[in-house]
């Protein structure tokens, strides 16, 4: 069994506070990807989990999970960029776990 990718670390200042932004692979027997959104020294703002066992097995699957890896970790930093989680973290939240990551 092949072991996770290795994954993506960013710290963001945003506002004034100093956001971390974390992506991992879970590994084949978990088959996705999460990415964390960190305020206050290690409170979650926001989770993405992603789905990649439909690529199990394909050829490219290292080169496919890299790069939803990637996608993701730029989406969380986008979305807190923009201000996703300004007003309402919950609700932010939210909505981002809801977004299509391509």
Known sequence: MASPL???NTNVR??????????EDSGLSHG????????DGGR??????TTYSQYIGSDR???VVKKLMQA???AMFIALRDGLFDQDEAQGA???AARTIV
Do not use: E, N, R, W
């Open 32 to 39: 996705h990807i999460f990415t964390h959104l960190f305020a």
């Open 61 to 63: 699957f290292p080169l």
């Open 72 to 74: 993701q970790h730029k």
């Open 94 to 96: 939210k909505d981002f």
């Open 44 to 49: 979650i703002v926001a989770t993405k989990k």
């Open 14 to 23: 945003h506002h004034g506070k100093v956001f971390h932004i974390q992506t």
């Open 6 to 8: 290795v994954g993506y």
